[in-house]
C-alpha cells in the first residue's frame, strides 16, 4: 500500500501550469475540471485526475494504453490494467491510495479520505459538532465532546469523520451508507460496523502538516483473513509521500506530455 499526498498551494500554482496540465486529460477530464467555477476546487480536481496517470506512468504503462471506468455508485477505477486506487482531496491536499489489493475487483475493496482539521466556517466547535451530531454514534459523540480541549475534540472528530468516509470509500458507496452503522473510537483505535469489528480489514491512520495547517487522512482497505488492524498516525510511514503540486504537475506533463 503507498499513499501519495499532493500539497497545493493556490498561489504558487500559476495559471500557466494548470492550462497546460489540462490540454494533457481527456475530454471528460478537463470538462469536469472546467466545470468548477473556482479555481482552487479545478486545481484540486485537476491534481486528483494526474495522481493514478502518473502511478501507470512511473509502471511504464502509456496514456493512451490506459482505460478508466466507474460503478454504478460512482467509484473510478482502472478498467485497465486492474490496479487498486482512490482518491481524496480537501483544501490544500490531494491524496491517492495505490495498492496490489486484489479482493472484489473491479474497483476493489480501498479507500482514503483526506480532512484539514477545522471547524469550517465561523461556527463554534460546540454547535459544529451539534449539527454532525446526526453523523455520529453515542460514543462517538461523547468522545467528541468530552474531550479534554477543542483541539483534542477536533482531532478525534475528523479521525471519526475520515475514518468513516474511507471505509465507505473502500465499498465504493461513500454517503450512500449510513454513516452511524460505523462507529470509529479514535482514543482507542476501535472499528466497529453493525456493533461489531469487521473481519480482515486494515485502517492506516497518517497526518500531514500543510503551513500550519494539520490534515488528517485514513486508508481502509480490506485485506482479508480474521484480524483487523488500526494503524496509529505516530511512527514511520514508509508508505507515504509528501509532494508540491507545482513539482508533481511539472513533472507529469515532462512525463506524458512527451508520449
Ligand atoms: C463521492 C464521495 C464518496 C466523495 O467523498 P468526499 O469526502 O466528499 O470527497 P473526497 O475528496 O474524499 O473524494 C472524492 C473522490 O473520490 C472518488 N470517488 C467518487 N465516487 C466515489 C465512490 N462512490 N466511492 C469511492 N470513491 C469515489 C473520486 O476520485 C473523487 O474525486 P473527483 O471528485 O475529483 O473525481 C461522496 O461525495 C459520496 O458519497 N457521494 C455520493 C455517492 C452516493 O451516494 N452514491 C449513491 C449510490 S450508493
Known amino acids: ?54 502511478l501507470l506512468h512511473a509502471q511504464g504503462i502509456p496514456l493512451k494504453d490506459i482505460k478508466f471506468a466507474a460503478t454504478a455508485s460512482g467509484k473510478p477505477y482502472f478498467a485497465k490494467p486492474p490496479i487498486a486506487y482512490n482518491v481524496s482531496h480537501d483544501n490544500g491536499l490531494v491524496a491517492m491510495v495505490s495498492s496490489s489489493n486484489t479482493h472484489n475487483p473491479p474497483a476493489f475493496t480501498i479507500g482514503v479520505d483526506v480532512m484539514k482539521v477545522r471547524v469550517p466556517g465561523r461556527e463554534p466547535f460546540k454547535s459544529f459538532v451539534k449539527t454532525m451530531s446526526e453523523q455520529l454514534t453515542t460514543l462517538e459523540l461523547r468522545l467528541v465532546s468530552s474531550a479534554t480541549n477543542e483541539k483534542q475534540g477536533l482531532e478525534y472528530f475528523f479521525w471519526i469523520w475520515t475514518a468513516k468516509e474511507a471505509y465507505t ?90 508520449q
Open 1 to 54: 500500500m503507498k499513499v501519495q499526498a499532493i500539497k497545493y498551494d493556490p498561489p504558487s500554482f500559476t495559471d500557466e501550469l494548470y492550462q497546460r496540465a489540462l490540454l494533457l486529460l481527456d475530454t471528460e477530464s478537463a470538462t469536469k475540471v472546467k466545470k468548477f467555477y473556482r479555481r482552487e476546487d479545478a486545481c484540486r480536481t485537476l491534481i486528483g485526475r494526474f495522481l493514478p496517470r502518473m
Open 169 to 258: 470509500k473502500a465499498l465504493g458507496l461513500g454517503l450512500g451508507f449510513d454513516f452511524r452503522r460505523i462507529e470509529f473510537n479514535p482514543a482507542l483505535d476501535v472499528l466497529k460496523v453493525d456493533g461489531a469489528v469487521p473481519k480482515g480489514w486494515q485502517l492506516n491512520k497518517f497526518t500531514i502538516m500543510q503551513g500550519t495547517d494539520l490534515y488528517q487522512g485514513v486508508v481502509a482497505e480490506f485485506v482479508g483473513g480474521e484480524e483487523t488492524t488500526v494503524v496509529a498516525e505516530s511512527g514511520p510511514h514508509d508508505w507515504l509521500e509528501v509532494i508540491d503540486a507545482t513539482v508533481f504537475i511539472q513533472e507529469a506533463i515532462q512525463g506524458l506530455g512527451s
